[in-house]
């Protein structure tokens, strides 16, 4: 080998020697080279680690970085790129970055706040430009707030954007200026699919009356939030009278000022011997804090006496018991109770003496019968009291034929007049019935359609007659005669519905929406109930099988619940509340495999679509559903308040035979505290 090289000339040689350098060399620089590139890359990595980017790929090329990745904007792109060049020399970087696309401009959210108070209203928000068709602009809608207010300006922080109305936008904002007509002390938010209503009525019935009417306007695709509220009445003068008698224990009026108190009265009424639960008012105008640690002492007491009746008027009580209560327990329950009770009150008791024969006393009486005609007839006092009589009866009974038939005696005892307007007032809230007035006795007997008549007419007498006076209340609450316990709930009207579809279902001629004959006296049924039914949001649904294609089964559906609410309307159904929907085969309840799972889908559904009333204090309940055969079960459904109220008022005992007087404080006490500026008088309810 050395021989060979040795022959080889020196310029073969140098040429070796060059060609062998130069591998080395490059060899070192690629060695050189990945060195460079995996530090580099490594080092880049690890700073837009720290600096939590990691939507960046680092890739290098000899002295070259390649960044690659999607940046969600452009700030974040420019931040990537100034941290990796803080790293390495600028012009070695290779930016192949993209950015996120903008997305396209959403429309705002537009929502109206309405403000209603007894002096103003106000409008704040943002409303579309240019409103839907039929809709409202602001200039319209500021028009239609200030009329509610006029005079007074209206405050309006109304902005707009040039943005097409969101669907349900233009009825939903009519709906919620309606509810602002109707509610005088509201406040109501308006958004595209949802329509919140916060108000404040004067009573419960009120309350009631609103909350339907409300919900009887409520277009469709828009939620209703509903809170209204109603405060407590002020009750003047502050009365309550149990009794005791023949025929049971009861409350013919009943007040408490806190639901503490109110509980308590009821358990020693319960104690006493009261079976159904009676209605006691929680309202304003208490003369003490200490009212039911009293009430609970005389209920005791006249319990204990078997025969009497006990009063409250504000701080005066009045316990009168009856004939066959022996006179030592008489002593020692009045002792005991004039001893229990707290310093504000003050007690009248009296024992009733038995009856004697005597000549018949003056009477004064007053009649209202079922047709509405009204016979005043006894005694008076003059003249003059008599055209005034008359003229009361005329305005306490508008619209009724008043006979006045009676005589002049001016032997008659003093007070007589007050005795016989006191009376005449409360008869007034009777639906038909008579009024007996005497020298010792004021004695008011009826029919009523309203569980409150019977503490109204005690709380009329007790204030008017004055202290130490007698009276009785023969009052019977009849159902029949409640216009709220006589209406059915839309719930009611619900159950009644799926009791005639679970009998017979609505079919139709095979492959169209005509209504087959058989299935017309169903229509008329169904048609029967909604016609004493009041408005309501409801839905018919069309179902069918899965035969046929899917747009087919859809639109027949739709056609065939369309013709029921066609067919409803025919029949004087008011229809102004009702949708008709198609759904095709999207919701079987049935396997569409069997004849019997095909016919079973084959249906109309009735939907509630707006919420039932809440209970008190509670919020909205949740949306009521119809179904027909293999659907729910409505009578899960919560029971309905005015339904509730109006079973407890038909459990009430009949008291038309009532015998047992009552009778009032014969002296003035300590005085109630006086009631705050602005507070009106509300009657016990």
Known sequence: MPTRIRQLSSTTLALLAFILAAMVMFSVAYGATLVIESRTQHVVEARLARERIDWVTVATDGLRVQLTGTAPNEAARFRAVNIVGSLIDASRIRDALDVTPASAIEAPKFSVQMLRTEDEVQLSGLIPEKPGEGG???EQLSAAAEALAPGNGLPDTLETADYPAPPNWDAALAFGLEALRRLELSKISVSADMVE????SDSEAEKRKLEGEVRALVPAGVRLVMDISAPRPVITPFTLRFVVDAEGARFDSCSADTERARTQILAAAAAAGVVSTPVCTIGLGTPTPRWSEAVVLAIGAVKELGSASITFSDADVSLLAGSDVAQAAFDKVVGELETGLPDAFS??????KKESTAEGPAEFTATVKEDGKVELRGRLTDEMQRSAVDAFARAAFPG???LTATRVDEALPDGWPVRVFAGLKALAEVEHGSLLVRADLVEVTGVTGSTAARGKITQILSGELGQ??????NVRYDEALDPIASLPTPEECAADLNAVIARTKITFTPASA??????RPVIDQLANILTACPAMQMEIGGHTDSQGSEGGNQSLS?????????????RRVDISGMTAVGYGEATPIADNETEEGREANRRIEFVLTSPPPAPLGGAAGAEGRLEGPGGADPAASPPDENASAAAAGAANPDFSGDTSPSVAPTEKTIPPLPRPEGLEAEDNQ
């Open 347 to 352: 007690l009248t008791s009296i024992l009733e």
């Open 400 to 402: 009724a034929e008043v």
């Open 558 to 570: 739709q056609a065939r619940a369309e013709a029921v609410l066609v067919a409803l309307q025919g």
């Open 197 to 200: 209503v916060i108000a404040i």
């Open 136 to 138: 409202m602009s602001e």
């Open 514 to 519: 005509e209504i087959a004959n058989e299935a």
């Open 468 to 473: 130490g006076q007698t009276f009785k209340v």
